[in-house]
């Protein structure tokens, strides 16, 4: 399975830990300050938070863990939408390259994971 396969998994793990580099990299443009530093730990915090929480169960790219259930269509929504926030967050940090690469990667991950997203449409 393409999804499941070690190699797109570490791509996977790259592309979450990109995201929480990408909304990271907002907090800290987007605020001065003390906030700015706030930012810089809260918003890759809850990323990290609802990405690790919200799953589905037996979910082979996750080691079957669930905190909270989700049913697999809104699992997928919720990573689409996360690292669409990451990829908005790179444009706003001032990183049109970087967040067209970024999403080209994720473009790319969900094309080789075409498996996991028909188990999730079913799951």
Not at 1 to 25: I, K, Q, T
Not at 62 to 87: D, I, N, Q, S
């Amino acid at each position: 399975a393409m999804g499941s396969h070690p190699l797109n998994l570490v791509f996977r793990f790259v592309l979450e830990l990109c995201a929480l580099v990408a909304v990271g990299m907002f907090g800290w443009v987007q605020f001065d300050g003390a906030l700015q530093w706030g930012a810089v730990v809260a918003f890759p915090l809850l990323f990290a938070t609802v990405w690790g929480t919200f799953a589905v169960p037996d979910d082979p790219s996750r080691k079957g863990t669930a905190p909270v259930a989700v049913p697999g269509l809104v699992r997928l929504a919720l990573e689409l939408g996360l690292f669409g926030a990451a990829t908005a967050a790179l444009h706003f940090a001032e990183q049109p390259p970087l967040a067209l690469g970024f999403a080209a990667a994720v473009i790319l991950h969900y094309g080789l994971s075409y498996d996991r997203i028909a188990w999730l449409r079913s799951a």
